[in-house]
């Protein structure tokens, strides 16, 4: 049928308005999966998936936080800010704060356990997470492991560091490392967050500062660039951890990596052939390596016939539990 042409005008420029307002009323009342977070500032999850696709909004401030018991200034804008700034990158870099909650299942239990034995805060488990991801990072600096210790610093706390053996990367042995050197700190300044702040800068650095700006207060203090933002990370891991939905973050317990099931075994020999060593347990080079990453060669000479507790496989180790 021919339509008049001034009849089609009209009834296209109908149909535009009625599209106009059906999108409208869409963007008003309709959840958009990629638009922005409702006022509870939580990630849209989609009904028919278990994905999630996070929205960009502002992250929560905590309205009140404390590191190891000792209560953060949040009433001073530039302590606010600070932590702002470091919510806001920990929570929208979404692998990697992922990541880190799928390690942390695995060794957090491994680290709390060793702080408490020596009497440290367990907040100070967020200070590995700063410092190496919870992996056996080597910085360019050459700083090694989950608590990332210089070669000097760790012969000085007792690690056994050379080509055959290396301390650094064994979780417990540098655990325990890294608590005589904060108990020192706090020794020393007689507050942890100061502490945690010489872990990264250096003692006798913030000595110097302290000194300089007159000050024994972390939050008060100029510390440069990385050490202005370390304490502030750690806050931000700590608050984003006991708190991670508020911050888009919806993991099952399945999603995260499982403690890893091993025995020890004591050797007070050399070892020629560390595949050799693995057949005896029949397990493989990998999985020795992955348990003890601490035996750095493919052998170990061991001449002085120290003992070594070497981490062996259980049954199933490397099977998926369902």
């Known amino acids: ?24 009323l869409a963007v008003i009342f309709l959840p958009w999966r990629g638009g922005c977070a409702s ?24 309205e009140k936080i404390t590191f190891a018991g000792e209560e953060v200034p949040l009433h001073y804008f530039d302590v606010r800010e600070s932590l702002d700034r470091e919510l806001q990158v920990n929570t929208f870099w ?38 190496s991801a919870l992996t056996q990072a080597v910085s360019p600096s050459q700083a090694v492991g989950f608590w990332q210790i210089l070669e000097g610093t760790g012969k000085e706390l007792g690690l056994e560091i050379n080509k055959e053996v290396d301390e650094r990367y064994h979780i417990e042995k540098s655990t325990h490392a890294a608590c005589m050197f904060l108990k020192k700190s706090y020794a020393q300044y007689g507050n942890w ?13 913030i000595a110097r500062q ?35 939905n508020a911050y888009g973050f919806f993991l099952n317990k399945t999603d995260l990596y499982p403690e890893l099931r091993f025995k020890e075994v004591s050797v007070d020999s050399s070892i020629t052939s560390i595949a050799q060593f693995a057949g005896r347990f029949d397990t493989n080079y990998k ?5 003890n990453p601490w035996l ?20 199933n180790f490397r099977e998926v539990e369902q």
């Open 210 to 244: 302290m000194d300089r700006q007159m000050s024994d207060s972390y939050y008060d203090m100029v510390l440069g660039e990385e050490t202005g933002r370390y304490v502030f990370r750690i806050l931000a891991l700590k608050a984003i951890f006991e708190n991670p």
């Open 94 to 131: 979404h692998s990697q704060t992922v990541l880190l909650f799928k390690r942390a299942n695995r060794y957090f239990p491994v680290i709390e356990a060793i702080l408490k034995e020596n009497g440290i805060p367990a907040d100070f488990k967020y200070l590995a997470v700063a410092e």
């Open 1 to 24: 049928m021919n339509c008049p042409v001034n009849f089609r005008k009209h009834f296209f420029a109908f149909l535009s308005v009625v599209s106009f307002v059906v999108v409208v």
């Open 193 to 205: 967050t100061m502490a945690a702040a010489s872990y990264n800068f250096g003692r006798n650095g």
């Open 287 to 291: 999985i020795i390596k992955i348990l």
């Open 296 to 315: 750095r060669d493919n052998f170990l000479s061991n001449k002085t016939k120290k003992t070594y507790q070497i981490k062996i496989p259980k049954k």
């Open 39 to 62: 006022s509870s500032n939580q990630a849209y999850i989609s009904p028919d998936s278990s994905a999630f696709i996070p929205g960009v909004y502002q992250v929560p401030i905590p």
